[in-house]
């Protein structure tokens, strides 16, 4: 999907993408890719920062926006970060990613059945429930995520914590039938 | 006493502390001199300095002068230039002069000092955030937290400041950390995993760029500042020759091509010859060499060089691209990048176009009436047919700085300082006393006017403490000149702000200790040059009072296009304000 939409979308134009960046544990590291963004003005959708299979090394995940020539100078902005070690742009290749979200939903007792059957039609977990809430675990794309948002909003969500899209490159680039 | 001579302090015999491993650690380096200021968190180190001859410590009278004197330093040695300041105020104090380098791509290493590590955070006495807030402003920064780190720190910012694109390394020295014990083991290399500047061109690239400029019938060589950092001024030279293309620089890019060349054609851009700029929009190859499409050099991007093909070679990627849109990139190291260029490059059939380029030149050169006052470009002229040439101009930032681009002829590379990128005023005067420091061959000439000499002036005392042999000219229009200039021509004649008043520099001159003259009138001139040349055992001041309301042309107003071009307009030519004609006469100047 997400390859599609960037082949397809015309030059000049805002797109989404997803930058996936191997940064080195170093002190000021991170601060120098955020403070990056904040200084030359560019988007941030989502960030996320976690440990990878290399002790010295985080893999950071950035959605970003922008048009061609904006993501062009992100990606050289970025390679230019004396501690990062690779930067790819996932969004020309096919890749695999999730997102994870803490959804605390209101409840009473009538509404309770129907939002655990939301929950599960989108394999989303209960982790936590009160007489007056539970909280829903929800796995997923960014998209599916959204969705499941969206379906519990009229019940009212008290509180909402997301992850933010991690993403990996996908291994297989074939076609798949 | 030389450390590294002495066998009793073998660094593998004994546990050193942080601020003899630092001292030592430059040592390694090669480095010779350090411009710097103590205090309370340095205290340790210049302890540690205090003994060791193979390095000279010269003490500005402020911070922001020991970083421009590390970056004028540096622009004429080639050489990192090392700047050592304390913790919290001495830190920030530095921010202008490392934003300044950071800006104009000048490798120098900063060391400031650091409250100890566990006050970190707490708000102690004079500590400041100098690490977070000089992140935007540096190629890279540390903090050392643990001695055993210390010297392979200092080896990689030395390592990152002048390898790549270069540019200032900070390196934050926490109180504790240089007086704790580590053995002292300098690394050979540096290994980084994270960093590897390219330095040959991609041959395919290269390839097609000579296929580019052999297919050219207009040619233009738009030069830059990266031309001198990679010391490619005879690649250049050999290049341009064989090929016969014309040659404009930048401002930064000035002395990298000899300007009494016939191929050269001055500066481009804002205040760029009428001719480089006219062939550049009349080029149909540019071909960029370590310059980086500044908005003073193209004005309206969309309409500079805009029927040309263009040719981009820079060491930093994100160079490419990011303003003008190029049709070969080559991410390389200028010097090898022209090197391999060379033989590929057959001697093309320019001679129309240089003949009508010569012709340009002769119908628009640089040129002012010349009066019984004294003018900027008057004096700037002289010096350069003084020297000819053989001297380092340290220019300010404004009016002067334009003019001392114009006016000189530039032979040499590492001839011109300038704080380009940024604009830093009160920039002159403390790179000069860095840049005497490398080049003791030729005379270094400060070129201030009355407005940035007063920005940094305290530094008149550290050139008569050391005996630092430049020439500060003062060149005093009682303006702010070019802030005047735009207000006169943009903004209604509404001088705001910009009349200013000076003290008297030549009983400053005295009352600091070194010798003043002061030139009133035009045939004052001459003689207090010669005055000021002759003084060879300090630095000498100079006053040169100028004509109050002069502009700089050519101009392409900011944002504009090569059809908002304007030359010296003529009632400029005709007379001088409130002088009588017959005085005057109409000085000219071509480059090349």
Sequence with gaps: ?177 | MALQKDGNLNPHNRLMTGAEIFVRSLIEEGVDIVFGYPGGAVIGIYDALHDISDIKHILTRHEQGAVHAAEGYSKASGKPGVALVTSGPGATNTVTGIADAYMDSIPIVVFTGQVALKLIGNDAFQEADIVGITRPITKHNYLVRDVNELAATIKEAFYVATTGRPGPVLVDLPKDVMASKAHFDYPKKVVMRSYNPHVQGHTKQIVKAAELINKAKRPVLYVGGGTILSNASEELKALARKARIPVTTTLHGLGSYPENDELAMGMLGMHGTWYSNTAVHYCDLLIAVGARFDDRVTGNVDAFAAEAKKIHIDIDPSAISKNVKVDVPIVGDVKHVLRDLLPLVQTLDTKDWLQTIKQWKEEHPLRYRNGKHIRMQYVIQRIGEITNGNAVIVSDVGQHQMWAAQFFKYIYPRTHITSGGLGTMGFSLPAAMGASFARKDIPVVSLSGDGGIQMNIQEFATCVEYKIPIKIFILNNGYLGMVRQWQELFWRRRYSQVKMSSPDFVKLAEAYGCPGFRAVQKDEVNDVLAKAFAVNDGPVVVEFKVVKEDNVYPMIPAGMTWKELMDVPDEELKSVKGETPEIEEIMVLAKG
């Design chain 1, 1 to 177: 999907m997400s390859e599609l939409t960037a082949m397809t979308t015309a030059n000049g134009q805002d797109r989404k993408h997803t930058i996936s960046i191997l940064v080195e544990n170093k002190f000021g590291a991170f601060n120098r890719i955020a403070g990056l963004f904040a200084a030359k003005g560019y988007n941030i959708d989502s960030l996320t920062v976690g440990p990878t299979e290399d002790d010295e090394i985080s893999r950071m995940t950035i959605v970003t926006r922008g048009d061609d020539s904006v993501i062009e100078q992100i990606m050289k902005q970025l390679n230019k970060v004396i501690n990062t070690v690779k930067v790819t742009d996932l969004t020309y290749e096919s890749f695999v990613e999730r997102d994870l979200a803490l959804i605390k939903v209101q409840t009473k007792t009538d509404t309770r059945s129907e939002i655990m059957q939301i929950a599960e039609i989108f394999r989303a977990k209960i982790i936590d429930i009160s007489p007056r809430t539970v909280t829903v675990e929800a796995i997923g794309s960014e998209q599916k995520v959204d969705a499941i948002i969206k379906m519990l909003k009229p019940f009212g969500i008290k509180e909402l914590a997301r992850t933010g899209r991690v993403a990996l490159k996908r291994e297989f680039q074939g076609e798949v039938n």
